[in-house]
C-alpha cells in the first residue's frame, strides 16, 4: 500500500481485528457480482469503497426512471445506459484502485460457471431464480462462497453458503427450483427502497470479511429482516443430505 492507500483506508486499519494483511488481501480479491439492481447497488459501494481490488459485475438491464428509487449506484443521467456501465462509472468516481469489469449480459449457466471459477466470492444480487440456481452450481462445483440475498416488500433475507466448511448447505438445500409462480408476483410487487440497502449492505460486509478473512460470517444461517417492524430472525440451515446439487459434488469429490 503507498500513502494515499493508507490515508484512504486508515479506519480499517485502526480495528484490531482488521489491519493492514486484511487491507492487502481485500486489494488483491477479486468479487463477482451479479445483478447492478437495488442490492447490487449497495453492496458494490460498499466493496469499492472499502477496496476490493477488482469487480467483475454483470447485467443485462438499462437504467430506467423506476430504477432511481432503491438502485442508489445509478444517476439521473444514466437513464438509458446499461446498469453496468453506470456502476462502473459511479466506482471509478469513488475508488481508482478498483478495477472494474463490466459484463452488459443476463450471463446464462454456462456463462456464470466460467465467471464463478476466477472469483473470490459471488455475490447474488440477481432478481431470478434460473440465474440464483445457476450461480448456486456453479459456486458448489468450484467450491466459492456465495452471498446470496433477496429483498421484496419488506422482506429481506441474507445467507452465506460456503462449502469450503464441512456440512454446509447449498442454496438448493433451501428453496427448490419450483418457484416460478411465485417469481411472476415479484416482478409486480412493490419493495420498500432502504430494504434493499440493508441487504446489499449485509452482503457486502459477508463478502468483505469473506475476503479479508477476518470475523465470523454468516456461513450456516440465514437472516430474515422485517423492515416494517423492523425485527430480525436467524434461522439455522440444515444442508439436505438428498441435494441434486450438493449431495452429487460431495460424492465426486
Ligand atoms: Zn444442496
Redesign the pocket.
Known amino acids: 500500500m503507498d500513502d494515499q492507500q493508507r490515508l484512504r483506508y486508515s479506519r480499517h486499519l485502526l480495528l484490531n481485528e482488521f489491519g493492514e494483511d486484511a487491507q492487502e488481501r481485500l486489494l488483491a480479491a477479486h468479487a463477482l457480482v451479479v445483478g447492478a439492481g437495488g442490492l447490487g447497488s449497495a453492496a458494490l459501494l460498499y466493496l469499492a469503497s472499502s477496496g476490493v481490488g477488482r469487480i467483475t459485475i454483470c447485467d443485462g438491464d438499462r437504467v430506467d426512471l423506476t430504477n432511481l428509487q432503491r438502485q442508489v449506484i445509478h444517476r439521473l443521467e444514466s437513464i438509458g445506459k446499461p446498469k453496468v456501465a453506470s456502476a462502473a462509472a459511479t466506482i471509478n468516481a469513488i475508488n481508482p484502485d478498483v478495477r472494474v469489469q463490466a459484463l452488459e449480459e443476463r450471463a446464462g449457466p454456462e456463462r456464470l460457471a466460467a465467471l464463478v471459477r476466477t472469483a473470490d466470492v459471488v455475490l447474488d444480487c440477481s432478481d431470478n431464480f434460473a440465474t440464483r440456481h445457476a450461480l448456486n452450481r456453479a459456486c ?1 462445483a468450484h467450491r466459492k462462497p456465495l452471498v446470496s440475498g433477496a429483498g421484496i416488500r419488506f422482506d429481506g433475507q441474507v445467507a452465506v453458503f460456503d462449502l469450503r466448511r464441512e456440512g454446509s ?2 442454496y ?2 433451501l428453496f427448490g427450483e419450483d418457484s416460478e409462480a411465485e417469481e411472476e408476483r415479484c416482478a409486480t410487487m412493490g419493495v420498500f427502497a432502504p430494504l434493499v440497502g440493508i441487504v446489499g449492505t449485509l452482503q457486502a460486509a459477508e463478502a468483505v470479511k469473506l475476503l479479508a478473512g477476518i470475523g465470523e460470517t454468516l456461513a450456516g444461517r440465514l437472516v430474515l429482516f422485517d423492515a416494517l417492524a423492523s425485527r430480525w430472525h436467524e434461522v439455522r440451515l440444515a ?2 443430505p438428498q ?1 441434486r ?3 452429487a459434488a460431495r460424492a465426486a469429490a
Open positions: 458448489v448447505a447449498c438448493h438445500c444442508r439436505d441435494c446439487v450438493c449431495a
